[in-house]
């Protein structure tokens, strides 16, 4: 993977791509090439496009790929119901009490930012957390540009690109003061969230994953320490982990959860956090 700037001759757009070059350690290209490569990051003049240029991938070719956070359905009144799967998941009941006091979520697996984005909309503050990054940098990008549109929604969600594991090892010691002052500013009102919702890869599905599915799969790969951030999230959530899993998925650990909340493809799991004192769903 390489970074460059489309139209190559803005200047503008050149010294955009070069720092992102220099902020993820990648090649820096004055002019956009495809030899030798697989993707090019994409400095564009109101975006930040990931293209699929080479080798034997089968997600090579078709339009670039950018994280567009405004085509969710986060207005209709379908999108605000609280009765949908991951807001009885999460345990958002009543407008009045989500306006008297905002819940709290981390977003331990953030990926391109849906999940994270329908809990800003619904009325969560959510932090999003995400490991990978190019992924959190497109990701970035996507917020920006949406909060520049929704102010109201996307003022309430914040990223941080770190591993979610190791983050909320720090958060559960007992010494934690001294282990988190190092953090971003941004995680004062998280290191006791009331939710952590943890979205770990699905198993692939040949034939049926989208595009974005399949870049983000091929970027990141298989979550093989899904079960250890399940833990660990246990650890510092106030009231509860959720757990995304496919349907008919098996649940991700021996661990048997307290609630489950069925959509038509996907379901949430609910485990009890350490406080454990909050409603099942």
């Avoid at 770990?200 to 595009?211: I, L, Q, S």
């Amino acid at each position: 993977m390489a970074v460059c700037a489309d139209p190559c001759k803005e200047r503008t757009l050149l010294r955009a791509a070069a720092r992102v070059a220099v902020d993820l350690r990648l090649p820096f290209l004055a002019k956009p090439r495809v030899r030798g490569l697989e993707m090019l990051l994409v400095v564009a003049p109101n975006r930040l496009e990931l293209r699929v240029v080479g080798g034997s991938s089968t997600i090579r070719g078709g339009r670039p790929f950018c994280v567009d956070l405004l085509r969710l359905d986060t207005t209709s009144p379908a999108g605000r119901r609280l009765k949908q799967p991951i807001a009885r998941a999460v345990g958002l009941r009543c407008v009045k009490d989500i306006m008297r006091r905002r819940p709290t979520v981390i977003d331990a697996t953030a990926g391109w930012g849906a999940d994270a984005a329908l809990l800003a909309s619904l009325g969560c503050e959510v932090l999003a957390v995400e490991r990978h990054p190019v992924v959190a940098t497109l990701l970035r990008d996507g917020i920006l540009r949406a909060a520049s549109k929704r102010p109201e929604v996307f003022q309430r969600l914040s990223l941080v690109t770190t591993d979610a594991d190791a983050m909320f090892r720090r958060m559960g010691r007992s010494d934690r003061g001294k282990c988190t002052a190092d953090l971003p500013d941004v995680m004062a009102a998280f290191l006791q969230p009331d939710v952590v919702y943890v979205d770990p890869m699905f198993p692939p599905r040949k034939g049926t994953e989208v595009k974005p599915l399949r870049i983000l799969r091929r970027l990141v790969g298989s979550d093989e320490d899904a079960e250890s951030l399940l833990c660990r999230a246990l650890s510092v959530a106030r009231h509860r982990v959720v757990v995304k899993r496919p349907l008919r998925a098996a649940a991700m650990t021996d661990r048997v959860p307290t609630a489950s909340h069925a959509g038509k493809s996907v379901r949430y799991d609910v485990y009890m956090g350490q406080a454990g004192k909050c409603h099942s769903g």
